[in-house]
């Protein structure tokens, strides 16, 4: 199947400051990412829908101005958890649409941990 | 899109066919009904989809009811490595994310 990747997989960082997480389809085109957060024994959770070349859309509840959202070509898409606390430590996963397959596929996802 | 129930958790036998139930029973024509898992600490990963015919993969088969409201994830010949949550997803178009559910935990034991 086609890969995402997503860089880094497992990232410490101290409160206040920001971290940027890489997804990228590796074998394929995607004009549509999505961002998904996922905490300890819970489902995914959607959080934005990255579109190239035009603003993300968020969904209810996540701030937009906390959780950057860049997708600058078809084939990567970044978030940023700008001045992360540690209630934004969490298991971020990126998937992207192929959509010659009608297809989602996910990264291997990114542990967050705020001291 | 359609909601969908899933058992909370199942366990099978090494070596033995492990069957993953869905009902689905507001799933609209236009749906598609697919599949996904999820391993310990790692993203999902895409099993198989189908809209009303039987579908089969080399992961698993997936079996749709004529009616459609319901379907079985089927993996011929479970082993330790497909211990995972798996999540049964009805959605109209892969365009869009997927909303995840609670998904059936499934535990294979040796």
């Known amino acids: 199947g086609a890969v995402v990747s997503q860089h880094p997989s497992r990232v410490i960082c101290k409160s206040g400051t920001s971290v940027k997480i890489e997804c990228r389809s590796l074998d394929f085109q995607a004009t549509t990412m999505f961002w998904y957060r996922q905490f300890p024994k819970q489902s995914l959770m959607l959080m934005a829908t990255s579109n190239e070349g035009s603003k993300a859309t968020y969904e209810q509840g996540v701030e937009k101005d906390k959780f950057l959202i860049n997708h600058a070509s078809l084939t990567l898409s970044t978030l940023t958890v700008t001045s992360a606390h540690p209630e934004d430590s969490s298991f971020y996963i990126c998937s992207a649409t192929d959509h010659l397959k009608n297809e989602q596929f996910f990264g291997p996802g990114t542990r967050l941990t705020v001291l | 899109d359609a909601k969908t129930t899933q058992p909370t958790s199942m366990d099978c036998a090494e070596g033995r066919a492990a069957n993953l139930p869905c009902n689905h029973s507001?799933?609209?024509?236009?749906?598609?009904v697919y599949w996904y898992r999820q391993i310990h600490s790692q993203g999902p990963q895409y099993i198989i989809h189908?809209?009303?015919n039987n579908e089969t993969n080399e992961m698993a088969s997936l079996i749709i009811t004529e009616d459609r409201k319901s379907s079985t994830l089927i993996l011929p010949h479970a082993t330790l490595r497909d211990t995972a949550v798996y999540y049964c997803?009805?959605?109209?178009?892969?365009?869009?994310?997927?909303?995840f559910g609670s998904g059936t935990r499934l535990q294979v034991q040796p």
């Open positions: 189908g809209l009303k």
């Open positions: 507001t799933i609209s024509g236009n749906e598609y």
């Open positions: 997803i009805v959605r109209d178009t892969g365009r869009r994310a997927l909303t």
